[in-house]
């Protein structure tokens, strides 16, 4: 009997832990003008125009291969956050660097530890790396677990800070408690919300050798179609990293777009404080809708109507052309990223 390519033939072609993996799953797309997108975090405000005519002049000419170091936009990224350009590893989005960092440090049977509930892509990197997660339960009211993570035995910490889906923000005192605590396990502070919040853990680069902190343009650069990632840490660490990421991960129009983009702080600034405007209306009105909403320190927030089921709002919501997002793992919660006031009427029209 001849077996088609997606039946069970398939499955046998590839590692058991793939077959039996049921892989990350992103939020819902679509390209329609008619749908309201508030599901995927992204930034409802167009990039820097000195972000379109640095790719533009970048595809001019695609003969040869970008620069496999990003030599530039490493140089760009220590120039605004403060780091040395040496400590710094670009990928495509911060997400290859997350899965950088577990091809580098954790060995099938390894344990990597992280609170949760938090970024699912966690979950599939472990299953695909082949190590045991270690998820440690946040408190009710998003409370850090620090005294429980610091008993993991791991090799790899994660902390996304601000946390997703929460908006919470596990302070400052907490990571370099971990990072005191367990100098024998790398520890990874995942900032892709950072710029959404008033404190960041950049200014601890450098001090500790087995911290790497994560930022991303995707969110706050409204780049998320562009991906790059960066992975801030000492320049002996990322020196081990660079063995293991591919050579070229980073196009020449990413690299441009990227470095053009960091290098207009002027335009990041006024794309920043219009959403957090608008995210202080929508934790207001939600909150009055009888939602208990966490502080958020992101471009989204978590709202939770304790006992009372959102899966059917947010079926409710998406016939309506409203798309925001709902996690089986917290069922009487949905998460909405800030859009553009116009936007966040139409979620409030729908939301009834």
Known sequence: MTRTADGPAAARLVRPAVAEMGGYKPGEQSNSPDVVKLNTNENPYAASP???????????DLRLYPDPSALSLRKAAGSVWGVDPHGVVVGNGSDELLTVLFRAILDAGDRVAYPVSTYSLYDTLAELQGVEALGVPYGPNWEFPR??????DARLFLICRPNAPSGTLPS???????????PDAVVVVDEAYADFAAENAIGLVGSYPNLVVLRTLSKSYSLCGLRVGFALTTADLAAQLHKVRDSYNLSAVAQAGGEAALLDQEHFAINRGKILQSRTRLVDELRERGYQVADSHTN????????????????????????????????????????TDTEIDRFFLALG
């Not at 005294?147 to 993991?152: G, P, R, Y």
């Not at 069922?331 to 859009?339: A, E, L, N, Q, Y």
């Open 50 to 60: 000195r972000v379109i005519e640095a790719i533009r002049a970048a595809a001019s």
């Open 300 to 339: 989204f927030v978590l709202a939770t109507k304790p006992g009372v089921p959102q899966k059917q709002v947010f079926e409710d919501l998406r016939d309506k052309g409203v798309l925001v997002r709902w996690f089986p793992v917290l069922p009487d919660s949905i998460r909405v990223t800030v859009g």
């Open 172 to 182: 400052i005192a907490d990571v370099r408690s971990l990072l005191a605590s367990r």
């Open 147 to 152: 005294a429980a993570l610091e008993k993991c």
